[in-house]
């Protein structure tokens, strides 16, 4: 089973959503850094209400395609479409235009307080807190004296209190328990039951599955394998065996 660009399609599946509005859409996306090209010729599309994971192994070029997406690097080739428009404005104008970008380290102010931190989201701190009501306790808290996963926590809330309508997700589960972890994804899942478009990419494979909608597994910079996630879900001793316990030396 094969399909334009070399990817290896599950199924159709995800062709079931198409009535459904495209948030942010990839066309022959080519990026990197100075000049090695690390992604190459990616394709893919997140819908309203929808959660796409990105996986793969270390290496794949997950997060220098979250970052093209995002804008905080420019593309090489190909284009990114946010809300039916070609776009290269920078990211602090994609988030203005309504994309939260969640980066794999903490986006935390170490000296501000847990409120502090909250309050800097447009969104406002009651609306941080519906997210997370745990961090109430915590509010007086410098923001690095918090642990792991309060700080994952609060660049969380921070982010969903403005109701975006683009979550672009780095490893949020990075070095946190299990559990934490689950009430991360938790969180996600509701922003896209509210009508976010969510690109996620985490390492907890099995975890992001039970809350994707469809999947896109990374290898050497090119989308492998596609599928809606109970397809993925399907052949996953599959996929982990020839994709996730590989390693790769391009930038991830």
């Given at each position: 089973?094969?399909a334009?660009?070399?990817a290896?399609?599950?199924?159709?599946?995800a062709?079931?959503?198409?009535?459904?509005?495209?948030?942010?859409?990839v066309?022959?996306?080519c990026?990197?850094y100075?000049?090695?090209?690390?992604?190459?010729?990616?394709?893919?599309?997140?819908?309203?209400?929808?959660?796409?994971t990105?996986?793969g192994?270390?290496?794949?070029?997950?997060?220098?395609?979250?970052?093209?997406?995002?804008g905080?690097?420019?593309?090489?080739?190909?284009e990114?479409?946010?809300?039916?428009?070609?776009?290269?404005?920078?990211?602090?104008?994609?988030?203005?235009?309504?994309m939260?970008?969640?980066?794999?380290?903490?986006?935390?102010?170490?000296?501000?307080s847990c409120?502090?931190?909250?309050?800097?989201g447009?969104g406002?701190l009651?609306?941080?807190?519906?997210?997370?009501p745990?961090?109430?306790k915590?509010?007086?808290?410098?923001?690095?004296?918090?642990?792991g996963?309060e700080?994952?926590?609060?660049?969380?809330?921070?982010?969903l209190?403005?109701?975006?309508?683009?979550?672009?997700?780095?490893?949020?589960?990075?070095?946190?328990?299990?559990l934490?972890?689950?009430?991360?994804?938790?969180?996600?899942?509701?922003?896209?039951d509210?009508g976010?478009?969510?690109?996620?990419?985490?390492?907890h494979?099995r975890?992001?599955?039970?809350?994707?909608?469809e999947?896109?597994?990374m290898?050497?910079?090119r989308?492998?394998?596609?599928?809606?996630?109970?397809?993925?879900?399907?052949?996953?001793?599959?996929?982990e065996?020839?994709?996730l316990s590989?390693?790769?030396?391009d930038e991830?």
């Amino acid at each position: 089973m094969s399909a334009e660009r070399g990817a290896d399609v599950v199924s159709t599946g995800a062709r079931a959503a198409a009535d459904v509005p495209v948030v942010a859409e990839v066309r022959g996306m080519c990026a990197g850094y100075g000049n090695v090209a690390v992604v190459n010729d990616v394709d893919l599309v997140v819908r309203a209400g929808h959660v796409v994971t990105l996986l793969g192994p270390n290496g794949a070029g997950k997060t220098t395609t979250l970052r093209a997406i995002a804008g905080q690097i420019g593309l090489r080739s190909g284009e990114v479409r946010f809300a039916g428009r070609a776009t290269r404005m920078p990211m602090h104008r994609r988030v203005r235009s309504g994309m939260a970008y969640i980066p794999e380290n903490r986006a935390v102010f170490r000296s501000l307080s847990c409120r502090d931190n909250l309050r800097l989201g447009s969104g406002g701190l009651a609306a941080a807190l519906a997210v997370f009501p745990q961090l109430e306790k915590r509010l007086d808290v410098p923001g690095g004296l918090l642990s792991g996963g309060e700080q994952q926590m609060v660049g969380l809330a921070r982010a969903l209190s403005r109701r975006p309508r683009l979550i672009i997700a780095d490893e949020l589960s990075l070095g946190l328990a299990p559990l934490v972890v689950d009430e991360l994804l938790a969180a996600i899942r509701s922003a896209a039951d509210d009508g976010a478009a969510v690109l996620l990419v985490e390492q907890h494979v099995r975890k992001a599955l039970t809350i994707a909608d469809e999947g896109h597994v990374m290898n050497r910079g090119r989308i492998a394998l596609s599928g809606s996630a109970a397809e993925l879900v399907e052949r996953i001793d599959e996929i982990e065996g020839a994709y996730l316990s590989l390693a790769t030396a391009d930038e991830g």
